[in-house]
């Protein structure tokens, strides 16, 4: 798998939730499950299963978490030339089929946020990959499940 760029805070944000769940919520969880095994049969325990279960729902979420963050890197989003689509700009397109123009910002893993007036894609979508390295004035072609999305890109900040 490539490797890819994160931001600091990106990063960070990701790393504190790892901390949360490893020093809050999974000593919480094996004292649920201590406490249950207290009360006896364990066949019969449903307090006990649901703990057992919750705990590894929990540590598959911690190795996911960190797996994500071993495939990336700390990139600073003011490096890079500025009048090319790179980690970090916010890139206002113009889809060809239809003149809308919409706004994305390129951003890492656990940034991403599809709501609001910018859309903060990753770097490895389809869309954003397409767009990296291109300049004001490109087109750009991308397939997506409904055909393939013909834009312009307009501007990069």
């Known amino acids: 798998m490539e ?4 931001s600091r805070e990106g990063y960070d944000k990701i790393r504190e939730e790892i901390r949360v769940m490893e020093d809050v919520d999974m000593p919480a969880v094996t004292e649920r499950i201590k406490t249950a095994r207290e009360e006896g049969d364990l066949k019969e325990n449903a307090e006990y299963h649901a703990a ?3 705990q590894g729902y929990m540590q598959a979420k911690i190795n996911q978490l960190k797996t994500k963050l071993s495939n990336c890197y700390i990139q600073e989003r003011s490096s890079g030339p500025k009048d090319t689509v790179a980690f970090g700009a916010t890139v206002k397109v113009k889809d060809l089929s239809d003149d809308m123009e919409e706004s994305y910002e390129l951003v890492g893993p656990g940034e991403e946020d599809y709501d609001g007036d910018v859309m903060k894609i990753l770097t490895s979508s389809p869309i954003a990959s397409a767009m990296l ?11 997506i499940p409904r055909g393939t999305l ?3 890109i307009l501007e990069i900040e």
Not at 3 to 6: A, D, G, L, S, T
Not at 133 to 143: A, I, P, T
């Open 133 to 143: 390295g291109k300049k004001v004035g490109d087109q750009v072609e991308v397939e």
């Open 3 to 6: 490797r890819q760029p994160i």
């Open 150 to 152: 013909r834009m312009e």
């Open 52 to 54: 057992r279960e919750t």
